[in-house]
């Protein structure tokens, strides 16, 4: 049996993101409509042992990186629990989570003592008020004080901003000027159309090209930072500054050539690209009574069908509809 997961674009797939709810406590704008998902059934979830098993048979096939999503993964009883279970996995060499940082401030200690090495912050507002009308929700201090602690801690912050037309593109300059001092990493994301309803229709397009003319507006000693293979975002920091910041091009998707990702989300649908409808659920193979051995030729299979790009995986699917919280961040 084949040990390792290469599409048939010769791609290694060596980092899974994995949605451990489709719940969440915050209700943005471009994630989901203001009423909320529906939520599925706790019995259609995924467990925790589950998600245990496929980790371990993935890293067993070389993936040796995960990112751990939601929904908020935080609104998820026991989460805390389950990080500690997955950090005695030693051939993972990365857990990393994103977080809208409303629920995390008591857990960073915790998280420290953990084999957790970078933490993802979603905040698309440093204003109070205009945080609040994003998110549909009042918890800006829980959030910048959750940012404050966690860049004062030895995890490795970084802040996600998704850039909205209309919305918050008056405060790009605003968080460049926040790794003036701070040491963090800012990256803003193109608005991709998973918002429920579809993209919102918008007057500018606010692409990867744009967002670095806006900041190169206020900026002249900008510095290109070197790209790590497979990086999702093209990275720059300010002369003398202390953190940096990067654009990710999420629909545009300039960054398609050489992916090495593959999401799970928490019912268990399998997913070789962001664009595509999902493949199989994992889900129903475990309850089935699959073994190990069983799994990992799926794996290994359902891998070489992967699209060369977001673009063909679009192209072969329904209508987006779906909520960026169902999907996994």
């Known amino acids: 049996m084949e040990t390792r997961l290469i599409d048939n674009f010769g791609r290694q797939i060596t980092y899974l993101r994995l949605a451990v709810t489709d719940r969440c406590n915050l209700r943005c704008q471009y994630c989901m409509p203001a009423h909320g998902i529906d939520i599925v059934d706790r019995k259609e979830l995924l467990t925790y042992k589950e998600m245990y098993r496929i980790t371990r048979i993935l890293s067993e096939l070389g993936v040796n990186k995960v990112r751990l999503t939601g929904g908020e993964p935080f609104v998820r009883k026991d989460f805390v629990s389950f990080l500690e279970s997955l950090s005695f996995n030693d051939k993972l060499e990365e857990i990393n989570i994103t977080t809208n940082g409303a629920l995390i401030s008591s857990h960073i200690e915790k998280l420290e003592s953990l084999n957790i090495k970078n933490i993802n912050l979603s905040i698309d507002s440093l204003n109070e008020e205009n945080f609040n009308t994003i998110t549909r929700r009042k918890v800006f201090k829980e959030v910048y004080n959750t ?183």
């Open 147 to 329: 940012l404050e602690k966690l860049e004062k801690s030895s995890l490795n912050l970084k802040l996600n901003v998704v850039v909205q037309s209309g919305i918050n593109t008056h405060e790009i300059n605003d968080f460049i000027e926040l790794t003036k001092s701070k040491k963090l990493s800012v990256r803003f994301i193109e608005e991709m159309p998973f918002n429920g309803i579809g993209l919102r229709k918008t007057k500018e397009n606010w692409n990867l090209n744009r967002i670095l003319d806006k900041i190169k507006s206020q900026y002249k000693d900008i510095i290109v930072l070197e790209n790590v293979i497979s990086s999702t975002s093209k990275n720059f920091k300010i002369d003398g500054y202390l953190g940096s910041f990067g654009i990710i091009p999420a629909f545009t998707r300039t960054i398609c050539n050489d992916c090495n990702r593959i999401r799970i989300t928490a019912t268990g649908l399998f997913k070789n690209c962001l664009f595509d409808d999902g493949v199989f659920n994992i889900r129903d193979f475990i309850r089935d009574g699959a073994s190990d051995d069983q799994i990992k030729q799926l794996f290994i299979d359902t891998i070489k069908k992967k699209p060369k790009n977001g673009f063909i995986a679009e192209a072969n699917r329904k209508e987006v509809t779906e909520s960026m919280s169902t999907i996994g961040g």
